[in-house]
């Protein structure tokens, strides 16, 4: 039986060659979540695929699928990213947000908000004062639509609500333990104190007031502290660490 | 008896692995090429085998350009002793200063980098042979590097990241990289963003 031609969006996270001029490559789509490609003769510079293949590339695919691989049959770039591409810096924070989307993300499995959430943070990091704090959201948002969202409120452990004071957060646990808990539950995996104005900038981004953060006079060590905290959640979430992290210098 | 790669024997076994280990080779491929040695006549099995070992007993990578040298324990291998160092075109792979090579475009020396900077593979700046290269320049024979890595996305990261590094610590020496558009017989209608802005970029005059 004749398999009909898919189309699908999304975007392209890695590529590897293969063989003398074909390319596989990772897309993180819309319906089907992450995908599995090869373009045969992409590495040809003749090839009307070549330049659309590559990673950081948003784009529009006409495919077959198959059962391991799906073939590639025409290739459309909607965004390229270019503001990125011509910043090594960026470049890395991007490769960092495709691999943490690519960890949150399965087969066969709807995936629309992450590739929203990704194309809109790489739509705007080049314009952001704090890129680090467009990323501390990020992470903080796909941690929650992934059904690991952090505790910011109450204490993990008894319910009871924080009061304003420095708390220790568990990285496994994926929240803060109010004093009196963490005394009998420090053993617990790995603790890190969290400053109040740490605590403080998470419940507003959990609020969903990016707009108070403008008053918060934010720097990017108190953001970068922040970071820390949610990076090792995510690390205790996924099981590994993610490669890229050793190459973000927050 | 039992069944899989655990019947067949040692020999056979270890072959398998050793082949496993070559880049785009699966476990499959690995057991076909094994039958095929195993069915190949001896002289020519041995032809391959003394063909590797002579390559990893005479070759090595040159001290200065990292081109490959038969020369292991001199700094400079022949081939980069006999070209012009005030001009260093500095590529990803071995593969790629032969092509350029083979082009007579480039009469100046290579340096080899062994890789490109991909934090999704783990692969950094400390993995490649940027350290060799710094200490080339610090020679103060070099007028120009010439940046020829790919034009891909962790290509341009190594280049920008190179010419970071350069222009930081050596003032005076000129930085350039190969020029970045359309290639021959390719169609206006199928290019990337990235191609046609660059092309648009670095337009030449028609005068």
Known sequence: MKIANKYSKGLITRCTNYKE?????????????????????AKKPSSKLSGHIEPLNYVNIFYKPSKSLNSVSQVQ??????????????????????ELAEAMSSEKEESSFILKLLIGILSGIHKSNLPDLDILIFEFEILKTQGFGIRLFECVNCDQKLIKAEHYFSTNIGGFYCQKCFVTNH?????????????SLLRTISRKNYKDLINYNLNTKQIVASRKLIQKSIRDIIGVQLKTIQFDDI | MTSGRSSLPLEVQKLIIAFSSLPG?????????S????????????????????????LDFCKTCCFITNDKNSDY??????????????????????TIEMSSIHKGAFHVLHGAISPMNGIGPEKLKIEELIKRLNNGETKEIIIATNPTLEGEATGM??????????????????????????DLEYSDFNTLSNAFENRTSMD
């Open chain 1, 21 to 41: 001029a074909d390319r596989i490559f990772t897309l993180i789509s819309e319906e089907e979540g992450l995908m599995k490609f090869i373009a045969r003769g």
């Open chain 1, 77 to 98: 770039s909607i965004d390229s990213f270019l503001e990125i591409k011509n910043n090594y810096n960026l470049i890395i924070k991007a490769q960092y947000l495709m």
């Open chain 1, 187 to 199: 053993h617990q995996g790995e603790m890190i104190r969290a400053s109040i104005e740490q605590q």
């Open chain 2, 25 to 33: 080779i699966g476990p499959k491929t690995a057991q076909r090429l």
């Open chain 2, 35 to 58: 039958y095929f040695v195993l069915s190949q006549n001896k002289d020519d099995t041995l032809k391959l085998s003394e063909a590797l070992r002579e390559v990893k007993e005479n």
């Open chain 2, 77 to 98: 291998c022949g081939y980069c002793s006999e070209k012009d160092a005030t001009q260093i075109c500095v590529v990803e792979n071995v593969i790629d200063a032969i």
């Open chain 2, 161 to 186: 990241y190179l010419s970071k590094i350069i222009s930081d610590n050596f003032q005076n020496i000129k930085l350039t990289k190969l020029a970045r558009g359309l290639a021959s017989g390719t």
